[in-house]
């Protein structure tokens, strides 16, 4: 062969490996399919380097071989390549399994099922980690490996190793996208759940609040009136539950928790039974699911009667209500014992009672409140949380004006620009300060005469 014939052959053989490394280069860029990429790999790498053919073998995240994506250039002797590794353990392929270990048993595997033909390899690497191995074999007599062929055959494993790094980045977005779309849901309908306006009650002034840490959250506060058939004036001088809970936990887990009790608790509520048998019969009913999700949750309730002005409570282990009295401008925790819903299948519960006076308030909240950190790093606490709340009430402001002071104390204390750690929620009981005027006796009272002007 003449100098010109070489160099025209070197010249073609360039051309030829450029036109393939730009092929490859299209496919990484245009494919969305992960599966027809890869089938380009072996054919590519093959006809690269002059090789009989080629065998991509690549890996899960964690370390599992990617069955779906084994693949080979055509022939029978690949073929059972291919069969053999497919049939190969996920043993030796995990997360625990060291990288070299891993190239060894795979790199001696496929020299013993090839045979006496000449074997190179290289690693699929994607940010530092073994995500797959790509050979070249050839039995051809006179063929021999060069430093052209080995930055060839690498500069495809490259190309593979962006390839299934950008699926997985894919993969990853699509389920942040699912998830988010879950928990758009999931706050929807947790929102529904909760009361989006507190009831009308003889005498009642009523303000709540909810603001979850994540989209969905584990508080729940409710207003369950004994009667709900009722309707009208009746309705609202009839006895009315008022609960604050929270599931250890947060996000959709504790949401969906949160939404089972308050079926629960509202059948319960119905039966007309006081606040401990309350708690004692929700305790038994959800323990089976509390069990599996390994989840308690802390539940404060109890229940109004408007004429008497009595409140009657139960306490699961929860945060203790404030009640600021108007008299004595004194704040008094009302608690009883009792433990947390879920933690123990037969329990039972104390049962409290007080008369509320006008112009009494009631603070029911959560330990997101309490629990709130601040800038310097210390928590909100229940004495700030207590001396906030005595300010307002002496201020003589309605329920809602409490919870925004209340709510606008927390977040100076936090920061404008943090989040809370925990969901936190606030709901204000209020009893209004009427005045009543006594009525005439019906023997002296007169008929109204127009005064003349």
């Keep these: 062969m003449s100098l010109r014939q070489l160099l025209d052959s070197l010249s073609g053989e360039q051309r030829r490996n450029q036109e393939v490394l730009a092929s490859l280069a299209f496919a990484l860029r245009s494919f969305t399919n992960l599966q027809r990429f890869l089938e380009l790999v ?18 899960h995240d964690d370390g599992r071989l990617w069955r779906d994506h084994l693949k080979a250039t055509a022939g029978d002797r690949i073929g059972e390549v291919l069969r053999q ?49 790509l050979y070249v074999f050839s039995g051809r007599r006179g063929y021999c490996w060069s430093e052209v062929y080995r930055r060839h055959l690498q500069l495809v494993a490259d190309l593979t190793g962006v390839a299934l790094e950008n699926e997985i980045l894919q993969e990853d977005r699509r389920r942040h996208e699912r998830l988010d779309r879950q928990l758009s849901i999931g706050a929807e309908i947790q929102a529904q759940l909760l009361p989006d306006r507190c009831p009308v009650i003889e005498g009642v002034d009523l303000a709540a609040r909810c603001r979850p840490a994540f989209q969905v959250g584990g508080d729940y506060y409710d207003f369950i009136p ?29 949401g969906l928790l949160m939404t089972l009790l308050r079926g629960m608790l509202r059948a319960e509520v119905s039966r007309g039974l006081a606040p401990d048998r309350i708690l004692a019969d929700l305790n038994r009913l959800a323990q089976d699911d509390l069990a599996h999700s390994h989840r308690f949750v802390s539940l404060f309730y109890s229940d109004y009667d408007p004429p008497s002005r009595r409140l009657r409570y139960a306490n699961a282990a929860h945060n203790p209500p404030l009640l600021w009295r108007r008299q004595t401008a004194q704040v008094e925790r009302l608690d009883a014992p009792g433990m947390l819903i879920g933690l123990q299948s037969e329990t039972s519960y104390g049962c409290g009672q007080t008369r509320l006076e006008p112009g009494d308030v009631v603070l029911y909240y959560t330990d997101g409140v309490t629990e709130a950190t601040g800038l310097s790093g210390g928590r909100f606490d229940e004495d700030r949380l207590l001396r906030a709340f005595q300010v307002s009430c002496g201020r003589g402001s309605g329920a809602q004006e409490i919870l925004d002071q209340l709510f606008g104390r927390l977040d100076r204390f936090v920061g404008a620009d943090r989040a809370l750690d925990d969901d936190a929620s606030i709901v204000v009981f209020k009893l209004q300060q009427q005045v009543v005027l006594p009525s005439l006796p019906e023997a002296d009272a007169e008929p109204l005469r127009r005064v003349p002007s």
Aim: net charge positive; no cysteine.
């Design 42 to 59: 072996p054919l590519a790498a093959s006809r690269l380097v002059q090789a009989e053919g080629s065998l991509l073998v690549v890996f």
């Design 85 to 133: 590794i497919a049939a190969l353990p996920d043993g030796p392929f995990t997360a625990q399994a060291s990288g070299e270990a891993v190239v060894a048993t795979l790199d001696s595997l496929v020299r013993r099922l090839v045979g006496p033909a000449q074997v190179m390899s290289t690693s699929i690497v994607a940010r530092n980690r073994q995500r797959g191995r």
């Design 226 to 254: 004994a009667r709900p058939e009722s309707s009208g004036n009746q309705r609202e001088r009839e006895r009315w539950g008022l609960v604050m809970g929270d599931v250890m936990g947060k996000g959709v887990p504790a």
